[in-house]
């Protein structure tokens, strides 16, 4: 059966996220999930650049204002409901799209959450020994006492397997499986990465004229709104955090707004460094052409050739 593609759009606050993905479902006729966590409430559409109504009209999105500021939700509570949304387009499309710019988010829903310890290199030499002096059965022997679940499901010829999971076990002294439950194994979908990249004095001018919008779009109104629930998680962030302080008197206006430009491009340098680690994100160029743009399609088409 040919494996379903997650087309994953990444990239720092204010690239053109949105746009891309939108671009993708209408030439794919597909659906947009939404991992970017600051949207999914609805009380803060301006502060979190939140597709506009016309955005949203030109291709179905979800997990976009999903949710009041009152409601607590966990990343773990997404990665459920995404994948469980995901399974369910998945049945009607070969390719959804994903996109967002927060980085745990597209994680939790690409890999899972669980991050796995790196090996250890007095276990790896054990076990490399147990390997090469009493052979594999006795890593098959070790792993099946340890974890027989895991045991029931790897491939236990493969010897670097059996180190890996072993070497796991010993370090955390929990079962390999329980560890692994939502782990890349379990994703029945290729994921294709696509990012936008721009020079980063461009990307700070955008960030800049991006909040002088967001304040002419009504910013202070919506802060202001949502300043009774100033305690929530929710509204402990950019955008809103500042014109609280400006509310209270500690801020003036324009230091105020300076400082969401500030913290705002301060958010997208360590989004850059995440996405800057990742070898499997394939760039456009900002402000991309047609020609740009369809060479991209090129792309992911080969792969999810690959998948076939």
């Known amino acids: 059966m040919k494996k379903k593609n997650l087309i994953s759009v990444v990239g720092p606050t204010g690239i053109g996220k949105t746009r891309l993905a939108i671009d993708l479902a209408k030439h794919f006729s597909t659906e947009i999930v939404s991992c970017d966590s600051r949207q999914f409430f609805r009380e803060m559409k301006i502060g979190t650049a939140s597709p506009s109504s016309g955005e949203l009209a030109e ?69 490399q020994a147990i390997f090469e002096n009493q052979g594999i059965a006795k890593l098959q022997e070790l792993l099946k006492e340890l974890d027989p679940e895991y045991f029931a499901v790897v491939d236990f010829h493969n010897h670097r397997r059996l180190l890996r999971a072993i070497d796991v076990i010993w370090q955390t002294g929990k079962k390999y499986s329980e560890q692994i439950a939502v782990s890349q194994d379990s ?14 004095e461009e990307l700070y001018g ?8 967001m304040m002419e779009n009504g910013l202070l109104e919506e802060a202001r709104s949502l300043e009774p629930f100033k305690h929530l998680t929710a509204l402990n962030t950019v ?70």
């Open 187 to 200: 994703r029945d979908f290729k994921t294709i990465r696509i990012g936008i990249e721009a020079p980063r």
């Open 206 to 213: 955008r960030i800049n004229r991006r909040v002088d919008l």
């Open 59 to 127: 291709a179905p999105h979800h997990f976009i204002g999903s949710l009041s500021v009152e409601d607590y939700y966990s990343i773990g509570q997404y990665e459920e409901d995404a994948l469980k949304k995901l399974n369910g387009l998945f049945e009607n499309y070969e390719t959804v799209i994903l996109v967002g710019g927060s980085m745990m988010y597209e994680k939790a829903v690409i890999e899972g959450l669980n991050d796995l310890p790196e090996a250890d290199e007095d276990n790896q030499k054990k076990l």
């Open 239 to 308: 955008g809103y955090s500042e014109l609280f302080k400006y509310f209270e008197g500690e801020w003036d206006l324009d230091f105020a707004v300076s400082e969401i430009k500030k913290n705002s491009r301060r958010y997208a340098k360590r989004q850059l460094t995440w996405y800057r680690k990742a070898d499997d994100i394939h760039y456009l160029p900002l402000g991309y052409s047609q020609e740009d743009f369809n060479s991209l399609i090129e792309y992911i088409n080969e792969q999810i050739d690959l998948n076939h």
